[in-house]
């Protein structure tokens, strides 16, 4: 063999037995690191779990919320709708009580009058016939009794 060769061999298999010390050295060094990345992966997951899970609940929380808006804003607007309403018939009996304060010594004075009136010409016509009815009551009671 030839001693350049012999010279090349020594050289690649010094370079092989280094590349592989320092390989393995390497290994050494990077292995705290490549530990700390797997737990930091994991935590991260963890992390991520758990963070995603508060998030559906907090949605959750919020659509109940929306829903419970959504529900508060339909009464509100019936409430006010029926509060319209009532303001208008409020007005309307208000306008009743003027119109009725402003006529109602007029309707009061007839309503007298034809009380009045019916009184003087139904009253005794009344009186006879309850008279009547009683006096027959009476005369049948008397009938029974005989």
Known sequence: MNLGYIISLIILG?????????????MKKMKPTLKN???TKKTMESH???FTHEGEVIQGRVED??????????????????????SVIA???????????EHGGDY?????ENTYTELKTDGPRLAKTF????QKTID???????
């Open 14 to 26: 010094v370079s092989l037995v280094i590349l592989i010390v320092v390989g393995f050295m390497a």
């Open 37 to 39: 990345i797997e737990e």
């Open 48 to 50: 991520k779990e758990h």
């Open 65 to 86: 919320l929306m829903a419970r808006v959504d529900y508060t804003k339909s009464v509100a607007e019936m409430k006010a709708q029926r509060f319209e309403e009532l």
């Open 91 to 101: 007005a309307d009996f208000g306008d009743n009580l003027t119109y009725l304060k």
């Open 108 to 112: 009061s004075k007839g309503i007298a």
């Open 131 to 134: 008279k009547l009815a009683v």
């Open 140 to 146: 049948k009671q008397k009938e029974r009794y005989r």
